[in-house]
């Protein structure tokens, strides 16, 4: 039943102001939308509304029938699985479709992704000139169906309106590390269908890197018989089974065709990578003559940049062409990307050969002799008709790419200066700046917060992502030609950890990729957030509440007493908790000041959206006579003030512990901590093996006073006062996470004071990681 407005004047002002913020829209007191990525233009009515529940038909017409009809099918499908909601495809010619598909080529739409949708009282027609375009126009009315507050099996009002829709950017990237960890076939697939959600157009495919070759070349069988097995170092032993067990895994050619396939029926490109010449360590396992020492590598179980380079010479050169023309077999894209990042010139420099080789070709330095060798291999796809695409170090080396190659621009902590740099080159770019768009970042401080290199990347700065260059003028920027996020995953061991590394940021970064210039509105993304939220739920996706999840901060209110402030990190929702230890509900308290609580309170809180949802899972916090006397490890500061790393350590009784610390270097800072009176601590603790490569270099190592080395507490800076020796004896053959307790001698009165933990010892031989140090009287 449609809902009359009582002042259409007044209702079209609000839904004008409420467009043009971005946010949620509709008039007072009809379903609102609330779609994302925010399309082109979207322009909800003042009045009515139709109905769509169970029997609903949907109705296909136009060209290219058969594909739509799989398009129609595949909504009616998302519908059913993610809403209970029954519609059916009708056959040709039925009357009274609730929605409808028309493809026509000659539509008025703005490109070949777009489409128009018009909801009035003919039901919901979405206009496209391609079944792509009708594709991104199913998204959305799965979205118009999926509003806020929407019911599991309940009829829908979608609101009257018109959406006029079509990207910003043609390349809308996620990148997928399957070198480092491996994914399964169907992983992948349902990575691929999700992104489609965001539509998202394009899976960059990383297949070759130091630590596993895992495409499978039947010319060169060893790049897959040796190069897709490491030994099982450090957390691989866990996923293999045994540290007798190599991590191995590799895509066969029918499932390369078979990602393919699926990733075509969801318009997405799947954009192969073959890093060159760096990240090639497997390569040289398996067929040693492509590097320059003749000597055979190991498979690499460290990660950072490994020093092993392919040989720039002819044979290399055949090779690598013999490997892509394989990939040009198994792949249709347009684009394939030949890598060229992080190539250490440390083999090549040493190399009287490559020397010679630089010399004869009258070149002035490596990085010259990369920009060559590169040349060679996009001048084979350029003459088999691709496109070659690479990352941006070599322009950040100061040398030259071929014209016709996409760059991809990660150094975008160089304010975007090597992106522009690529502008005015004359190529093509694609941003995907590393300190905001590099999903394998961690998201937060949260105690509970995951995996994951420094700095954090949050969702706000994904969100905010400079995706035009400053200093670009329009004629470059209109080479911008799309936005890419990077899930590399040295971290990343399983696919539940790739599902919360890319949503919800993928939602930030499919606004950046699709809406126009000019709707970025961080507001009005937020209020559309708990909609996509709930959508990822349906779907299934393990997505990250880290950005609603509530964060206690606690400090003393007297003898006995706690203030505790609640927040978030993207300020938004309401906070609502519980002290008796039960799960907050929509009806609990909210929270509105700091509370002041006494005694031994368990409290529990959580965020939920304005229609009810919870926008994050409950956390706890309980208050004790320990509470201020006691710190997690993720809330001691490093030594170096740096960002810490966040690195997982082994699973314990099912639980994954993951921990915070600086790379190299075992020393933790806790900032007045008020240790007035203690006498005793707790450590527990855990040792991670080392896998850091070429980040050894910058290893800090405190002398041991005893073999096995010790957790040393000092007060006021890390060469103050020792307060506490806890030797390590013992705990260092304990497996997982371990107990280490001591006395402590700190002056009675002190009040609070600065302290530093460091661990004596060299990292390298497997680095102390800190859960958590508690105090007591
Ligand atoms: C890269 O992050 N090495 C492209």
Known sequence: MNRRATSAMVLCLAVVWLAATGAVVAAPSLPSWSLLPQPAKASPAASGAVDIGDGAVVLVKGADHQELQSIANRLVQRLADTHGLHLHVATP??????????????????????????????????????????????????????????????PVKVTHGVIEDHPRFAWRAILLDSGRHFQSVADIKQLIDWMSL???????????????????????????????????????????????????????????REIVRYAAERYVDVVPEIDLPGHSQAAIAAYPWLGVT?????????????????????????FVDDVLDEVMRLFPSRYVSIGGDEADKQ?????????????????????????????????????????????????????????????????GDDNERVALTALQQGHDVVMTPQESLYFDHYQSALPDEWAGPPPPATLRQAYDTIVIPKGASSAEAKHIIGVQGGLWTEQMLTFAHDEHA????????????????????WNGFLQRMPAELARYRTLGIGYADTAFAPVFQVTA????????????????????????GSDPTNQSTSYSRPLQLTGKTTLRATTFAPDGFELAAPRTKILDETTLISRDGSALATCSHQAPFRLDGGKAAGARRTYSLELGHMCWLWVRAPVDGVKHVVLTAERIPWRDGDEAKNAVVHPKASAAGEFEIHADSCTGPLVARLPLEGAVQGKGQVRIEGKVAMPAGVGVRDLCVITTGDPRDGQWALAQMAFSK
């Open 198 to 256: 965001s539509k998202l157009n394009v899976l960059l495919w990383h297949v070759t890197e130091d630590q596993g070759w895992r495409l499978e070349i039947p010319k060169y069988p060893d790049l897959t018989k040796i190069g897709a097995c490491r030994e099982a170092a450090g957390l691989d032993a866990e996923l293999t089974g045994s540290a007798d067990k190599p991590y191995c895994g590799f895509y066969t050619e029918a499932d390369v």
């Open 347 to 411: 083999q090549w420099n040493a190399s009287p050969e490559v020397q010679a080789k630089m010399h004869k070709l009258g070149l002035a330095n490596m990085d010259q002799l990369q920009g060559w060798f590169m040349t060679q291999i996009a001048g084979h796809l350029i003459e088999h008709g691709r496109t070659p695409v690479g990352w941006d170090d070599e322009l950040v080396a100061g040398a030259a790419l071929p014209k016709s190659q996409v760059v991809m621009s990660w150094h």
């Open 294 to 318: 003749g000597k055979r590598p190991a498979v690499w179980t460290s990660w950072g940049v490994s020093p092993w380079l392919l040989k720039p010479d002819e044979k290399t050169l055949q």
């Open 557 to 580: 209110a007297g003898h006995d007493a706690f203030k505790v402030e609640l927040s978030n990190q993207v300020a938004s929702g309401t906070i609502r908790y519980t002290t008796d």
């Open 502 to 521: 890319v949503f919800p940021r993928v939602a930030a970064l499919a606004e950046l990729g699709w809406s126009p210039t000019g709707a970025s509105n």
């Open 93 to 154: 010619g039925a009357s009274h479709p609730s929605i409808t598909f028309d493809v026509n080529p000659g539509a008025n739409v703005a490109d070949d992704s777009g489409y128009l949708i018009t909801v009035d009282d003919g039901g919901i027609v979405v206009t496209a000139r391609t079944p792509r375009g009708a594709f991104y126009g199913s998204v959305t009315v799965w979205q118009l169906l999926t509003p806020p507050g929407w019911t599991r099996g309940t």
